[in-house]
């Protein structure tokens, strides 16, 4: 079983519509969480951190945590053309604070 | 203020070569790290900086590898000799304090012919 799993894609959104990613983690002691946005070719963007259960909204992004059930979601509201990349799941390490476990990323393909 | 910044962007060397990869962390950030993207694969943790000392090298694959970073500044990731399966895509990332996000560098793809 991966440490941070969630689904490839792709995910094809419709322009204006709402994208909804999820995340598992296997390690119930992570306390830091985190989604990234990678353009194809490019460094892997920073877009939400989360750390408590509940939802957290930065502009058009929505992290969602429930600890309980060791998931973590991204939504994007009103998805743009410029939102079609790879978003990845980020979760630091039980054993080491600094170190973060990747889910190997879901492609979303927003279409006009 | 500029952000994590990686020299060389590609590097294409054989088998048996030695290559030295090299990171600038944003200003300011102590903490420093290397990850690594081989194709198809998720990205992996390599080694964690605090400052100048190794805090965690628990992902580094063998003894083929070396980081260092001196001064606690820039740091470098050495590969002598390097194999096939090196190939792929390092990340350096830095951030202010554990338990935030990282900022990553924009990579260098290492291609080992």
């Known amino acids: 079983q991966k440490e941070v799993e969630q689904n490839s894609g792709p995910l094809s959104v419709p322009e204006g519509a709402i994208a909804s990613l999820n995340c598992t983690y296997s390690?119930?002691?992570?306390?830091?969480f985190f989604w990234y946005r990678q353009y194809s070719g490019k460094s892997p963007e920073l877009i939400m951190s989360i750390y408590s259960n509940g939802d957290k909204e930065d502009g058009r992004f929505t992290a969602q945590l429930n600890k309980a059930s060791q998931y973590v979601s991204l939504l994007i509201r009103d998805s743009q053309p410029s939102d079609s990349a790879t978003y990845l799941c980020a979760v630091n390490g039980a054993d080491s604070w600094g170190k973060l476990q990747f889910g190997a990323g879901t492609q979303v393909v927003v279409t006009p | 203020e500029a952000g994590v910044t990686q020299f060389p962007s590609h590097s294409v060397i054989e088998k048996g070569q030695t290559v030295t990869l090299r990171c600038d962390p944003i200003?300011?950030?102590?903490?420093l790290y290397w990850y690594r993207r081989v194709m198809g694969k998720e990205i992996k943790f390599l080694l964690h900086f605090v400052k100048e000392s190794k805090q965690d090298e628990s992902g580094m694959p063998n003894n083929r590898f070396l980081a260092e970073r001196t001064g606690g500044t820039y740091s470098t990731l050495k590969v002598q000799p390097a194999e096939l399966e090196d190939s792929g895509v390092y990340f350096c990332a830095s951030s202010q304090d554990l338990g935030w996000g990282a900022f990553f560098g924009q990579g260098t793809r290492l291609t080992v012919v």
């Open positions: 390690d119930r002691v992570s306390q830091s």
């Open positions: 200003s300011g950030h102590d903490n």
